[in-house]
Antibody, heavy 117, light 111 residues
Framework: EAQLVESGGVLVHPGGSLRLSCATS????????MTWVRQAPGKGLEWVAT????????YYMDSVKGRFIISRDNAEKSLFLQMNSLRVEDTAVYHC??????????WGQGTRVTVSS | DIVMTQTPLSSPVTLGQPASISCRSS???????????LSWLQQRPGQPPRLLIH???NRFSGVPDRFSGSGAGTDFTLKISRVEAEDVGVYYC?????????FGQGTKVEI
């Protein structure tokens, strides 16, 4: 069965940077697009970014365009999210997910990012 | 962006009794490929989201058959035929027809 494990979430000051990682196993990584979804404290789910099979196409929610970069290392079966110019409103648990057509079928437990002064 | 609206936002249920959640999208979720990309996810307390149903009515691997999805176009329903204690949590509908994926506000199911 597919497994996804996120890491890298910490407390960071506004304006700071952070790189999240998602290590995967149990499936052929190169066969799937991958995605990041976040959940602010006490709130619902919010799609953040998606990347295609080899990283040639990437997609972002409007509020993170120009600040976040989604990438992948297919040799390492890993997904990343580089987060720059962080804002208080980026505070959330970030989940990585494996993409099937029109949905995400496996999700990681998430990593907590707190942006605060 | 497609707006997803769930009702109710809270659903007190009785063990062994049925439960139902509705979801409406601001536009049709029928994709040009003919599929309708409406999914349902469950989030138990302290857990990550879990895919229950995709493409309106297709139960994901390992999902009990007491969960069923129905609907078409812009109106969809998740039904639990007989609620069990492990079903407590928040349920989200999600559209995957186009990016950005968007989610309903969530429906809290509690005993």
């Amino acid at each position: 069965e597919a497994q996804l494990v996120e890491s890298g979430g910490v407390l960071v000051h506004p304006g700071g940077s952070l790189r999240l990682s998602c290590a995967t196993s149990g499936f052929t990584f190169t066969d799937y697009w991958m995605t990041w979804v976040r959940q602010a404290p006490g709130k619902g789910l919010e799609w953040v970014a998606t990347i295609d099979f080899d990283g040639s196409d990437t997609y972002y929610m409007d509020s993170v365009k120009g600040r976040f970069i989604i990438s992948r290392d297919n040799a390492e079966k890993s997904l990343f999210l580089q987060m720059n110019s962080l804002r208080v409103e980026d505070t959330a648990v970030y989940h990585c997910g494996r993409v099937i057509t029109g949905a995400s079928d496996y999700w990681g437990q998430g990593t907590r990012v707190t942006v605060s002064s | 962006d497609i707006v997803m609206t769930q009702t109710p936002l809270s659903s007190p249920v009785t063990l062994g009794q049925p439960a139902s959640i509705s979801c409406r999208s601001s536009e049709s979720l029928v994709h040009i490929d003919g599929n309708t990309y409406l999914s349902w996810l469950q989030q138990r307390p302290g857990q990550p989201p879990r895919l229950l149903i995709h493409k309106i009515s297709n139960r994901f691997s390992g999902v009990p058959d007491r969960f069923s999805g129905s609907g078409a176009g812009t109106d969809f329903t998740l039904k639990i035929s007989r609620v069990e204690a492990e079903d407590v949590g928040v349920y989200y509908c999600m559209q995957g027809k186009q990016l950005p994926w968007t989610f309903g506000q969530g429906t809290k199911v509690e005993i």
